[in-house]
């Protein structure tokens, strides 16, 4: 008797659920009926020829840190500069840099790192407004959780640097913000142009974002409009990954999302690290992980160890290394007097872009330490610096 | 099990081009493996009247520290995996020692020793994957290892299951377990060693949560400090399920794996179908709290009271 009860629960719940079934809409792009010889649409066709183009621009190294004038007064020594990060794999990646940057011109920088939980996170912000830092820097806390210590900064005129947020520059308040949205537009078509070289143009793809992460809905939204014109042929289906599946069982959704849906060969995965374990769920379903190719935007650096086997079509890095001299150049203009300068504002917009793909991406992933996109960036900096 | 049918229908009616296929079942099998032996390691514990609220932690820790022997010490990794399962065990005598040797509450006692764990894992990891090439391409060919489409964690599933099922079932030490969880004390005055068969139980815990451990890291390629403790709600959940399955109260073997089978299908189905991503969360809740519940009627409905003291209600437990 219990087991049917039990039964009858889980099917009401069921037909109630599949009611609320196929949020992922699935988004035909326009097709034109014209055919070529390769299947595609004569705008398919075009639209893969711009693609692989502007693939292979992306492809070359950045070499310019966006950033030309030199800091034109000496740089005071002495300064103190407070940091706020989440405390997960990407803390020492922001933190390293921003050190070595604080160093290089004869600053303290102290970074604590916080628990993602709003009590923490106000509790290390509060701490550090009560430190009195001559600048402080954050990464990836939403605005109005830290928006109280915020005001204070602001209050007291401390330049403060927020590295993807939300929010946007505020020049009136020394906030500057890396980076500008204008560099997740950019990452978006970026994303659509590989995966449409990677599909050959005719994808049938699926689109795995996290929307508690604010940052992403731009890239999603770019990534959209720019499959319009890179690939009309295509078709895209968006699958929102709740946050608590991060590093628990997202691989398996994405695989039983493919499962349902037969012949998707393309997966635009916003959050960078959902091909981990995702080889191994494909091979459980019995999908071969080669039929799917897969472009990631900001990964950890054991996908883009992925990338270079082959495993993985491409990956946009995220510049944790140039933003982070970014953030202290832009503070060492305040301090002496300068505003955020035209240069400032251009190399937030301009993230050194690049996407790596078998071909060129770095040989060695095998390591904890950052993986810079311009080489010789440390130096370029400390050129503008006098240092 | 009825259950179990009744979703296979269902979606098999919902989506039948795409659902009833030997890949589902393989994708379910091979996908839940972890969080059956998860599900696994809590069996004992809690047939005990034990809670372990670190096996999360165990995890992970396993899978960091066994990463760490092969990318920071060169070590093979056969040796890393050994040394991962003593890892697991040696988490477990930790437990014991607080919970059975101290005597601490264990729903306390194992919270406190997983904020320990998770220290030491924050400590060796730096919160940072550890992986290299070596590892990850090392381990994905020992997970992937298949037969007929089913992977070798699933093969390691079944044979703690098969062992811990005649355990529990068919050695005395397996009854007295569950007497101590029906009361210790009572268990304890007739003689049995409470003691010594509670350490074994959240040492048990530790080397199969360990065990648990390597394989994720086996199928993701690294060894991740946040790894484990995401599915510890998971375990619980198919565990107290699984006890409102085949013993009617009690912790058991394959009334665990059946519900990590059942949820597995319901959350697998919905995905296929294209439902909303947080309908899996309202399958697994509303399935657990009306087993629980209706579990619950029954025992108040029955003159016989059945279900084991602390774990699902407060009745004193049948044997």
Known sequence: MRSIAIMLAAVIVLASLAACSSSSSTKATTSATTQSSDGLSAAGSAGLAKAKADLEGWQREPTSIELTTPIGKPIPT????????????????????????????????????????????????????????????????????????????AAAKTPVVAETVAETTDASKNYLVLPSPDVYALDGQMLAASITVATGGKGKLMLVTVPAFEIYAPVVAAVNSNLKSYCPDCALAQYDMPAESIGKDSATRITNY???????????????????????????????????????????????????QGAVFAAIPFPFDEYMFTAVDAIARL??????????????????????????????????????????????FRALWGK | MYLLVAIGVIFSVWKPAVFPRLTTVQSILNSNATVALLALSLVIPLAAGVFDLSVGTVMALTGVLAAELVVGHGLPVSVALFAGLLVGLAAGAFNAAIVVGIGIESFIGTLGTSSVMGAIILLISNNESIRNEHLSSTLQDLATRNVGGIQLPVFIVVAVAVVMWYFLEHTVSGRRLYAIGFNV??????????????????????????????????????????????????????????????????????????????????????TIAGARTWTLNLFIGVVLVVALALTKLEVRRTAAPIVQGDAIGDEPLQH
Request: aromatic share 8%; glycine share 12%.
């Open chain 1, 335 to 380: 301090l002496v007097g300068e505003s955020f300068s035209p240069d400032v504002t251009t190399a937030a917009a301009k993230a050194p872009a690049v996407v790596w793909t078998q071909a060129n991406a770095p040989a060695n992933t095998d390591t904890t330490a950052g993986l810079p996109i311009i080489k010789d960036y440390e130096a370029k």
């Open chain 1, 258 to 308: 493919i499962q349902g849906h037969p012949g998707i060969n393309g997966l635009v995965d916003v959050f960078g690290a959902f091909s981990i374990g995702l080889p191994t769920a494909l091979q459980g379903a019995g999908i071969d992980p080669k039929s799917l190719k897969t472009v990631a935007l900001y990964p950890p650096t054991q996908v883009i160890g992925m990338v270079k």
């Open chain 1, 78 to 153: 002495g300064k103190k500069i407070s940091a706020v990060f989440a405390a997960n794999g990407s803390a020492n990646l922001l933190s390293d840099p921003l050190k070595a940057a604080g160093k290089a011109l004869g600053w303290d920088v102290k970074v604590s790192e916080t628990q993602f939980t709003p009590e923490a996170i106000q509790s290390n912000f509060a701490q550090a407004v009560r430190d009195k830092p001559d600048a402080f820097v954050y990464a990836g806390f939403p605005g109005a959780t830290v928006s109280q210590s915020l005001s204070a900064f």
């Open chain 2, 185 to 270: 004390e009572a268990a304890r005055l007739s003689g049995i060693h409470t003691k010594k068969l509670r350490a074994g139980a959240l040492l048990t815990s530790g080397f199969l949560a360990g065990l648990a451990g390597l394989i994720l890291m086996a199928q993701t390629g690294s060894g991740a400090p946040t790894s484990g403790p995401p599915y510890l709600l998971d375990a619980f959940a198919a565990v107290f399920l699984g006890a409102t399955q085949f013993r009617n109260g009690r912790f058991n073997t394959s009334g665990t794996l059946l519900a990590v089978v059942v949820l597995g299908t319901g959350t697998t189905g919905l």
